[in-house]
């Protein structure tokens, strides 16, 4: 008997298959581009009928999100430990953005159309946590980290730690999406400015600002 929650053959082959799509379809993009690479060289470099890609992904939105997801859930299990290193809540809540600023940069030729897929299915973004209650992207670092602060009193406790998560979330999109579409920003800088702006607003009742970073 397969123990509980956890996938069978069939859900685990088509996990297979749709990882290998994604990242064939990340070659190919990597190698000629985003906008000139179709969904009928994906099939064919992937070996699998068109018919077949189509079962799994609709668009080639899909298959692109579905190989940022890959790359946020191995993220997100290396990054869990910022949230156990010294420190107070601003420097460990920068050391996760600074780690979303390189993965950004290398890969910012895609992300307008990963968060339109996003944005196009947005019924997928209020659902939130998974079977094993572990976090599966940045969202879910955040509701941690700000547990833990919530705990030693940091941060203001009468607010659920997952509705700040959300909310300092929705900061972090806004922080990407002027990044993305306004020439001339430094996302660092963008990214220095949410960690104010939430950390002044968040904190617990009685607690002194800090000195805003220089």
Excluded: C
Excluded at 62 to 67: G, R
Excluded at 82 to 91: A, H, Q
Excluded at 163 to 171: D, E, I, N, P, T
């Amino acid at each position: 008997m397969p123990a509980p929650n956890l996938p069978g053959r069939r859900e685990r082959r088509r996990a297979q298959v749709l990882d290998q799509v994604a990242k064939v379809a990340m070659q190919l993009f990597e190698a000629h581009g985003y906008d000139t690479t179709t969904m009928e060289q994906i099939a064919l470099q992937a070996d699998v009928a068109k018919g077949t890609l189509y079962n799994h992904f609709a668009t080639k939105e899909a298959v692109l999100a579905h190989w940022v997801h890959m790359e946020l859930a191995v993220d997100t299990e290396r990054l869990r430990g910022v949230i156990e290193t010294p420190g107070d809540f601003e420097s460990r809540l920068r050391q996760l953005l600074e780690a979303s600023v390189e993965w950004s940069q290398r890969y910012r030729a895609y992300l307008l159309a990963y968060f339109r897929f996003r944005f196009l299915n947005i019924e997928s973004e209020l659902e939130g946590g998974n079977a094993e209650g572990r976090p599966r992207d940045l969202a879910g670092l955040f509701a941690l980290l700000i547990e833990r602060a919530q705990h030693d009193g940091t941060l203001r406790a009468d607010v659920p730690a997952e509705h700040l998560a959300s909310l300092l979330h929705h900061l972090y999109f806004g922080a990407l999406m002027r990044w993305l579409t306004l020439p001339g920003l430094v996302l660092a800088d963008e990214l220095e400015m949410i960690v104010q702006i939430f950390a002044d607003g968040a904190r617990a009742a009685g607690r002194p600002q800090r000195r805003k970073r220089a």
